[in-house]
């Protein structure tokens, strides 16, 4: 068996690991933008396809048995090329997607919107002070706010010149709440823009309940149709297990 594993996430990390514990073959795949990304246990593939059709052709060319999507749950184009190209060549597909935020007790209260653009209008109607911990990638939609005080949190530098009222932060997470608590208030945010990712980064969320800080969180696209989604390590090594 020979497993591709789309990365770029702990859970991705994790089932690598699994794998290689297994005495399973297991090559990750990852985009190649972050410059120093925590390389996963096994084999390890950097850079797009090309497409669809790229991807089918690797398929192909290495000879592999399943894919296991767990990249990002926005990373939308790759989830959707990579349901193409199992579908094209008849490999296998599982989509690996940590559970969201939005069964937190709190999440209710919070301001869903289904896009960056909505964040931003609603962001606006809520505060002044504005911490978005949105990715550097989404960052040009805010650079209108050369008005307002702005926490970017970024793994990498922005590759867009950000508004002189920003201050950005390098920094990856997991974060503590006692430190998210001490970075919400010193810099007194009132508004929370996030998007709905799941996972281990939402001392922030705890933080702004805590602190009262509005969030605005922008809702997951949807997955691919047809394609098994399981939201573990334990199940998709199970799924494979399967065979
Ligand atoms: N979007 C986020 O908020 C976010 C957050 C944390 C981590 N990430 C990780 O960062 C990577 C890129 O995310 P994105 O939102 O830019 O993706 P995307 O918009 O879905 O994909 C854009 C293009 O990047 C390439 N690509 C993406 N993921 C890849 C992978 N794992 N291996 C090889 N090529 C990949 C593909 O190029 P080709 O068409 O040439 O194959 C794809 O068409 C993903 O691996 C994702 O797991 C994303």
Same mark, same amino acid.
């Given at each position: ?26 090559t990750t795949s990852l985009a190649g933008d972050v410059a120093e990304p925590r390389l996963p246990d096994g084999e ?13 052709r690797y398929l192909r060319e290495h000879d592999i048995s ?51 653009? #909505? $964040?931003?209008?609603? /962001?606006? %109607? ?6 978005? !911990? *949105?990715? @550097? ?64 980064? #939402? $001392?922030?969320?705890? /933080?702004? %309940? ?6 605005? !969180? *922008?809702? @997951? ?23």
């Amino acid at each position: 068996m020979s497993v591709l594993l789309l990365g770029g996430t702990a859970e991705a990390r994790e089932l690598a690991a699994a794998l290689v514990a297994a005495g399973i073959a297991v090559t990750t795949s990852l985009a190649g933008d972050v410059a120093e990304p925590r390389l996963p246990d096994g084999e390890v593939r950097v850079g797009g396809f090309g497409g669809a059709e790229g991807l089918a052709r690797y398929l192909r060319e290495h000879d592999i048995s399943a894919v296991v999507d767990a990249t990002h749950p926005f990373a939308a184009r790759i989830s959707a090329n990579a349901a193409q190209a199992c579908a094209t060549t008849g490999v296998p597909l599982l989509r690996l997607e940590r559970p969201g935020w939005s069964q937190r007790p709190d999440a209710s209260g919070w301001h869903w919107v289904d896009c960056l653009d #909505d $964040a931003r209008t609603a /962001a606006e %109607a809520l505060g002044n002070r504005v911490f978005l !911990a *949105v990715g @550097r990638q989404e960052l040009g939609t805010f650079a209108g706010w050369a008005d307002r005080y702005v926490l970017a949190r970024v793994v990498d530098a922005p590759d867009i010149e950000v508004p002189g009222t920003w201050e950005v932060l390098r920094a990856r997470g997991p974060f503590r709440l006692a430190d998210e608590l001490d970075l919400l208030a010193s810099r007194a945010i009132d508004v929370l823009v996030t998007k709905d990712s799941g996972g281990a980064t #939402d $001392a922030k969320l705890d /933080a702004a %309940a805590q602190l009262g800080v509005r969030v605005v !969180a *922008v809702r @997951r696209p949807q997955p691919p149709a047809g394609v098994p989604v399981v939201e573990t390590v334990d199940q998709a090594l199970a799924w494979l297990a399967r065979g």
